[in-house]
Every structure is written in C-alpha cells, then in structure tokens.
C-alpha cells in the first residue's frame, strides 16, 4: 500500500510538471506571436539577455531617496546657470520604482507624479545633450513589463478608481510610452541651455517642484512600507540566469507590446 501511495504522488508529480512546461511553452508563443503586433500605445523593446546585479532592498531603496535628493540640487544649480551632469537612475532603481508606481496608482486611481519625476530626468539629459532621447523612461517600462506590473495592476485597481485608470491610461500615459516624442516636444522652442533651465526651474515653478515632490513620496513609502514589493504582491525581474531559461529559444530579445488599458 505504501508504495502504490508513493507512485500515485510521482505521477501527480509528473503531471503538473508536464502542465507547468506546456503552460511556459504556450506563454513563450505568445511572446513571440506579439513581436510583429504594435499597441495602439506603441511598442517597448524588453532585452530579457541583460545582466543585473542585484542589490538588497534597502540599499536600492536608500540610493533611490539619495538619487532624487541629487536631481533636487541639480535642478536648481542648472537654473542658476551652473554647470551639472545628470547620470541615469540604476536598473535596480528603475525596478524599484516600478513597485513604487504600482502602489501609488493602486492606491490613489493613478500616479503620474513618479512618470513625470522620471521622464524629467530624460528632460535634463536630452537639453544638455541636445538630443531628444529618453533611456530612463524605457527602461523604466522595460521593467514594468519585465515584473508583470501591468497585469497586477489591472487585477488590482479599485472599483472606485478604474475610470479614472482607464482615462488616464488612453489620454496621459501615451506620452510617458511615446517618451522620445514627448521629450523633442520639451527641448524644443527658442532659447539657449541657461535660458530652458532658469524657466523650467526658476523658485515655484512646476517642473522645478517634481524633484521635491518626488523625494518625499519616497520618503513617505520609505517610512510606512516596509517592502513596497511584498505590499503589491509583486517581485523585480527575475535574476540573469531565470530570465534565460524562461527566455524563447533562439532570441536574445523579445518584443513586447507596451502596456495597455
């Protein structure tokens, strides 16, 4: 008896085996079926092949608060006609802020204050730079896509909120995924660098409080949450060597279509 006990379990064992290996090999078609479709959104071009070196939490969380503390003194020595380089946020800040967005639009219907505060920092490279590009922002949807955020956040959203997280999703978020238009749209205008940065972040302007704005709802999450990934139910992106053995054979890279409504 014992061992008819013990081979029912190794074939039940099997079977959901063999089911989760189909279920893997039908989600990889489908990632690789939605390669040649486009988002009415447009397109995010997820590189599943990319190392990452992951950091504890608290450290990424820690150099988050810190980076956006920075960008808050940058931004002001640049209106004041200073010189200061922008460097981009880490991929682990990146995801970080993934799960911080995530929290924020579950919690208030939508979050653009974490978009903008990100997309900002494109705003400041691609002035100095003189070229409308916007590497965070992608990276910043590379990894939301990568986590499955936004299938969370559909699952998650309020009854009460999901209005205004559809409107939001078809009027303002386009512009945060068509990130290169929005930022040319930026930049361009008349006026030279000290000019663009003096307007765009004189004392009480908008744009000057995003930074500000910024580093406190991270303090705040930092304060009340304990894990802000553990409280959305979510994780980051796998590590480096479960991202190749879920990765489709034969590519380094798979297409995704941007998030959508």
């Not at 189909?22 to 990632?31: H, K, P």
């Not at 682990?92 to 929290?103: E, G, H, I, R």
């Not at 512009?175 to 663009?196: A, H, N, W, Y």
């Not at 802000?228 to 190749?244: C, I, N």
Request: net charge positive.
């Amino acid at each position: 008896m014992r061992t008819l006990i013990v081979t029912s379990s190794l074939l039940l064992s099997l079977f959901v085996l063999a089911s989760t290996v189909s279920a893997q090999d039908s989600t990889d078609e489908d990632l690789r079926e939605s390669s040649g479709r486009d988002s009415q959104y447009g397109t995010i071009d997820l590189d599943l092949s990319e190392e990452r070196e992951k950091s504890s939490y608290s450290d990424v969380q820690n150099a988050t608060i810190s980076a956006f503390n920075q960008l808050r003194t940058t931004a002001r020595t640049l209106a004041e006609a200073g010189s200061a380089s922008v460097p981009p946020l880490a991929d682990d800040m990146l995801s970080y802020l993934t799960a911080v967005y995530l929290y924020c639009a579950v919690h208030n219907g939508t979050c653009p204050l974490v978009l903008e505060a990100i997309l900002e920092v494109d705003i400041m490279n691609a002035k100095l730079a003189g070229s409308a590009t916007c590497p965070n922002m992608k990276r910043f949807w590379n990894a939301w896509v990568a986590s499955d955020m936004e299938e969370r956040h559909k699952f998650l959203v309020k009854t009460s909120h999901i209005n205004t997280y559809s409107e939001f999703n078809t009027k303002t978020r386009p512009k945060f995924l068509r990130c290169e238009e929005t930022v040319k749209q930026e930049i361009s205008g008349p006026g030279s660098g000290q000019g663009f940065f003096r307007d765009r972040y004189r004392a009480g302007a908008p744009k000057e409080k995003i930074f500000d704005r910024m580093h406190s709802l991270l303090l705040q999450i930092q304060e009340k949450i304990p894990n802000v990934f553990v409280a959305t139910g979510s994780q980051p992106p796998l590590p480096k060597e479960q991202q190749r053995a879920t990765k489709p054979k034969g590519s380094g890279a798979v297409r995704r279509s941007a998030p959508r409504r």
